[in-house]
C-alpha cells in the first residue's frame, strides 16, 4: 500500500465515523423533537381546557353577580 493509498484509507475511515457519530447525533435529536412535539400538544391541550374552565366560571360569576344585582 502507498502512502498516498494509506493516507485516502485513513481518511476514509475518519469520515465513516464522522458520519456515523452524526447520524446517531440525528437520530438522537429527532426522538427528542417527537417528545418536545408531544409535549407542546399535551401544553396546547391543557391550555385551551383550562381556556374553557376559565370563560365557564367567569360567565356563572356574571350570571351569579346578575342575580344579586336584581335582588338589591
Do not use: F, G, P, W
Not at 500500500?1 to 481518511?11: F, G, K, R, W
Not at 417528545?35 to 350570571?63: F, G, P
Amino acid at each position: 500500500m502507498s502512502v498516498s493509498e494509506y493516507e485516502q484509507a485513513l481518511e476514509r475511515t475518519v469520515l465513516m465515523e464522522q458520519c456515523s457519530r452524526l447520524c446517531r447525533t440525528l437520530a438522537e435529536k429527532r426522538r427528542e423533537a417527537d417528545i418536545l412535539d408531544r409535549r407542546l400538544r399535551e401544553l396546547v391541550t391543557t391550555k385551551s381546557l383550562q381556556d374553557y374552565e376559565r370563560h365557564r366560571t367567569q360567565a356563572a360569576l356574571d350570571n351569579l353577580n346578575s342575580c344579586l344585582r336584581r335582588l338589591r
